[in-house]
């Protein structure tokens, strides 16, 4: 039995806080935390390796599953470096509309993410609200798209489908309700007194140590740290977009709920902006499959942070290295400085305030761990013909029912 | 693009290696080959005295006989330095640079496991990004890896 | 002795409160769901789930002390259901009532906390032992709250017998009004006693897992859960008697329905309050109680006093 | 200005509103039009150029020659991850999009679909 005054407690790889499986392994003391480790590496499925045995073509579709939410962004961070490679020529169009998607995407992100900030102090009600309201952006980017989410909307050269003058309108509809609703949780967070008491002070991180740190998106921008590649470092068309940086010294959970929904107004702005200023033109130019060596760095602000994506070409249809920096691997290590003293309560809404995207973070090989039958333990297979025969004892055989009834939702 | 041209002019004309090994690709992309004994030097001097202040990602590189690194360092205002550096592979010894940037921690062990970077001042601690359990001298971003390479059983078991 | 039986097995023993504590819980859930724009779950939910749960393995950890960890959601039910029989609920007496069992029905209302912290102690889990230590500190910020204002309508009525509150403020039916902020910090004390947001820290999910409850499965997470659902009922049902005593002489018929619209009211009070609030921290849970709800609740207990003093000259 | 129960007005509103949410399987979900469905094949269509098959990322789909100027082709739905890259890769639009999306099922071999032209209509056989 641990000392009941100093616990080791893990928080994942299983863990309701956790929406993907990482590890944060807390020692406390009481409620207090005194030390913490985080061991990533749960979710590492190889798509390094794997980018580099595929074609470009079949790459830009495993990149955008690097991560489900930010799907666009990897996919445009990768598909810009390798056009910069073969000195491709997109289309202002193409760029617009990339830039809409992003913009999009950023909006459908920074509201999930506020439903699951809600939902990690316990406000399951604003989580309901804020995700019935993101549909709004999800029925636009299905519209746009084809789906809800991983796009496919990009393709070597610009991209797959184009705007159509009718749907103009019905963004601009859905964009403005998006509003609405958004001035409506700005004054939710400012003013629901258990939910300022509970982002209020927790997760501290100066305005030092967000840079020395390393820190980057809306994490950093919460400590007064201004830096956006939107703006710095300008790709697609967002050298010709007017917007705002929105940064914020409250360096706390509070600053960064406040960055965010900032950052979404911004974005209204920014998707107004785009639709009445799309230009004419085709939407993709014919790419080579080959793409000559060479190699390129792409910056992509991410709804999370800075997305970095290096690609090597040799001169085939596949390229010699892609490496991927996700921003939650920048972000992740910030989070245990964070937690340092404070109270395990604290501890979701501070994993979560980074917007962690573990998917995003691990990438590399994935090789599952041998079921091993030790004492105690049971393996996959074992618990499996466990649970059939403990069922058949109490006189229910699955066996037999599977025979009886069809199960709905088998193939017709 | 006067800016990246004095960058050019400065680590050229502090560091004796020749204008051909600093190349600007674009605008805000500056790619410099630098021989692995003066990389601290240059390091240093990108850091301090020209304000490459933001650390993007460190790339390591498969080159056959060598294995490469690629620092990519950036200032606030966009501009990134790539600096490439090549160490022999039967001894990729790296040195860290975790005291300038605490965060290249992480990005420094996937080297480590991906592929068998030797860091030197990186201190022990977790593995990241593979299981603990993972084979000694196997490094999955070699060219020479293969998935067979690992035991056969631990991959089909649970499959 | 049979009718003895009847009434504790049968009416109004464990199957109705059973019963009643179901549907309790469905109208929570799903008055939850429509104040949150959903559809939320159908009628037979929380029987489905209980049939489920009870269709399962017990599992008890290795670790845990196999007695006590079984033997505490039987002491939890007994606990509640015992309480309930106190209470008048339909007529102005109760099932069993004797002077001082005002005293007795608080006193077998902290029992399911109790249980909540023996199990969750003796699971040996640390999500478990830290729900239990966040269950126990809990309450001691919420019971003094909630015994004071309990005690207020008590000193008024001057008696420590529930059924007899009740006779006087049916005969005395103005003075009830008087003890309206104590039904609204009794209200707020017995959130936390639930263990329902804002007070859910004891089994605050995204925190601690289920807190107490992370190792229970099978019929003894079933018992947990249905005694859960009763201490919701005879939490309302004792509000009702202290703070809604109205109507309750008009015969059995007219008090029963009158005595589950109240308890429902109390349970659509309670939704509502959950729904629009963020969990609270246990430092901050225990700053509000002592800081806010403690003072409130002695200002009621005045003012009771100073009322009875009143009437009295 | 700081109050608790900022948010009762809206939830308290709810309760006279349509709820934001449906009986899923009971109530259809409605997919939009440039959905990206289970793939439906033309084999009258197809010169078995096979771009498709080098196009797929997670090769899900085999073009077979069965006879002269005669293609089927095999669709593994438990593969295919419907970014629709062939559709947009056949020079003849021999692939299309449906919006079909409720493929689950419980047998793997199940979930391979064989389009052929065996007949007049487009039938879809098990494999």
């Given amino acids: 039995m641990p000392e009941p005054s100093n616990f080791r407690i893990p928080i994942g790889p299983q863990h309701p806080a956790l929406k993907e499986p990482e590890c944060f392994s807390i020692v406390l003391k009481g409620e207090k935390i005194t030390s913490m480790n985080v061991r990533l590496g749960y979710n590492h499925r190889g798509i390094e390796k794997a980018c580099e045995e595929r074609t ?174 939107r703006r710095d470092d300008p790709y697609a068309a967002y050298g010709e977009l007017s917007f705002k940086v929105i940064t914020d010294n409250h360096n706390d959970v509070y600053g960064r709920t406040l960055v965010r929904v900032g950052e979404l107004m911004e974005s209204y702005k920014m998707v107004r902006q785009i639709l009445k200023n799309l230009p004419e033109g085709p939407i993709a130019v014919k790419a080579p499959r080959k793409i000559p060596a060479g190699e390129a760095l792409s910056r992509y602000e991410a709804p999370r942070g800075e997305d970095v994506h290096y690609v090597k070409a040799n001169g085939t249809d596949k390229p010699e290295r892609v490496k991927i920096r996700a921003p939650t691997l920048a972000n992740v290590q910030v989070v245990a400085h964070m937690l340092k003293d404070r109270y395990l309560a604290d501890m979701p809404i501070v994993i979560a305030a980074i917007d962690p995207c573990f998917s995003c973070t691990d990438r590399a090989i994935s090789v599952r761990e041998q079921g091993n039958s030790t004492a105690g333990t049971m393996s996959w297979p074992t618990l499996h013909s466990y649970s059939i025969d403990w069922y058949r004892k109490q006189g229910i055989d699955f066996a037999e029912l599977n025979k009886k009834f069809k199960i709905r939702g088998a193939l017709k | 693009m006067s800016e990246e041209n004095d960058i050019q002019q400065e680590l050229t004309g502090q560091f004796s290696f020749s204008i051909d090994k600093v190349r600007i690709q674009r605008v805000r992309r500056i790619f410099a080959v630098i021989p692995s004994e003066k990389f601290a030097e240059v390091f240093d001097y990108a850091v301090k005295k020209l304000k490459f202040v933001i650390l993007a990602a460190i790339t390591g590189l ?56 030797k860091v030197e001042g990186l201190d022990a601690g977790f593995r990241y990004p593979l299981p603990d359990d993972w084979p000694a001298n196997q490094f999955p971003l070699r060219k020479d890896w293969k998935i067979e390479m690992l035991d056969k059983k631990e991959v089909t078991e649970n499959a | 002795m049979a009718i003895a039986l009847f009434n504790i097995l049968i009416f109004p023993g464990f199957l109705f409160i059973g019963v009643f504590g179901m549907l309790a819980e469905y109208i929570d859930r799903k008055l939850y769901a429509m104040l949150q724009n959903r559809v939320g779950p159908p009628w037979y939910q929380p029987l489905a789930d209980f049939i489920k749960l009870v269709a399962k393995e017990d599992i008890v950890p290795e670790q845990a002390d196999a007695r006590v960890f079984t033997l505490m959601p039987v002491v939890a039910l007994t606990g509640t259901v015992t309480a ?121 999910e995204t925190e601690i897992v289920a807190g107490t409850f992370t190792e229970y499965s099978g019929r003894l997470l079933a018992l947990f859960r249905m005694c859960i659902d009763v201490e919701m009922v005879v939490g309302a049902s004792l509000l009702a008697a202290v703070f809604l005593p109205f109507g309750m002489h008009y015969g059995s018929a007219v008090g029963f329905g009158l005595y589950l619209v109240k308890v429902l009211f109390v349970v659509a009070l309670l939704s509502v309050l959950r729904t629009i609030f963020a969990r609270l921290r246990i430092d901050q849970m225990i700053s509000f109680c002592w800081k806010y709800m403690a003072p409130a609740a002695f200002l009621q207990l005045l003012a009771d006093l100073i009322i009875k003093g009143i009437h009295a000259s | 200005m700081i109050r608790p129960g900022r948010m009762i007005r809206e939830v308290l509103e709810s309760l006279f509103k349509k709820a934001a949410t449906t009986k899923y399987p009971l109530v259809k979900a409605v997919m939009p039009d440039k959905f990206r469905g289970k793939l439906k094949f033309y084999p009258e269509r197809c010169i078995g150029c096979k771009m498709c098959m080098r196009d797929c990322p997670s090769n899900a789909i085999i073009i077979r020659k069965v006879g002269e100027k005669n293609f089927e082709a095999e669709i593994d739905l438990a593969k295919c991850i419907y970014c629709a890259q062939c559709v947009d890769s056949c020079p003849k639009k021999a692939l299309e999009s449906t919006k079909e999306f409720e493929l689950a099922g419980l047998d793997h071999e199940k979930l391979k679909v064989v389009f052929s032209a065996e007949t007049e209509d487009t039938v879809e056989t098990k494999a």
């Avoid at chain 1, 690097?66 to 491709?88: D, P, R």
């Avoid at chain 1, 909307?153 to 103009?168: A, F, K, L, P, Y």
């Fill in chain 3, 84 to 204: 309930f029989f106190c209470i008048p609920l339909w007529g102005t007496k109760a099932l069993f009532s004797f002077n001082g069992d005002l005293v007795v029905v608080l006193y077998l209302m902290t029992i399911p906390t109790m249980t909540y912290f023996l199990g969750g102690w003796y699971s040996r889990s640390v999500f478990s032992m830290i729900g239990a230590a966040r269950s126990i500190t809990q309450l001691f910020a919420y019971e003094i709250p909630l015994f004071l204002c309990v005690l207020a309508p008590a000193m008024l009525a001057n008696t420590w017998s529930l059924s007899e509150m009740t006779v006087y403020y049916n005969s005395h039916p103005w003075f009830g009004l008087f003890n309206i902020a104590g039904f609204v910090i009794a209200l707020v004390a017995l959130l936390g006693k639930l263990e329902k947001v804002p007070f859910d820290i004891p089994e605050a």
């Fill in chain 1, 56 to 229: 470009y073509i079949q790459d830009m579709y495993l990149i955008e599953r690097v991560c489900g939410i930010c799907s666009h962004s990897h996919a445009t961070c990768f598909v810009q470096a390798v056009e910069e490679i073969a000195g491709l020529e997109v289309s202002k169009r193409a760029q617009y509309i990339r830039t809409l998607i992003a913009e999009l995407e950023r909006i459908h992100s920074h509201l999930l993410w506020l439903g699951v900030a809600g939902h990690e102090i316990g406000f399951d009600t604003l989580l309901m609200y804020t995700w019935r309201d993101r549909e709004g952006v999800m029925d636009v980017l299905a519209m746009l798209t084809g789906n809800r989410v991983n796009y496919g909307m990009n393709t070597i050269g610009g991209v797959r489908r184009d705007v159509t003058s009718e749907q103009i309108p019905q963004i601009l509809s859905a964009i403005d309700i998006l509003e609405e609703r958004t001035k409506y949780y700005i004054q939710i967070a400012t003013e629901e007194v258990t939910l300022r008491e509970r982002l209020s002070g927790v997760g501290v991180l100066s305005h030092d140590d967000a840079v020395h740190l390393g820190a980057v998106g809306p994490t950093a921008r919460a400590s007064a740290v201004d830096r956006d590649i």
């Fill in chain 2, 62 to 117: 498969d080159e056959g006989p060598t294995l490469g690194f690629i620092y990519h360092i950036a200032r606030e205002n966009g501009i990134v330095l790539n600096l490439h550096v090549s160490v022999p592979k039967e001894n990729p010894v790296l040195k860290t640079i975790t005291p300038y940037f605490p965060a290249a921690d992480a990005y420094e062990r996937e080297l480590v496991d991906l592929l068998g970077a």
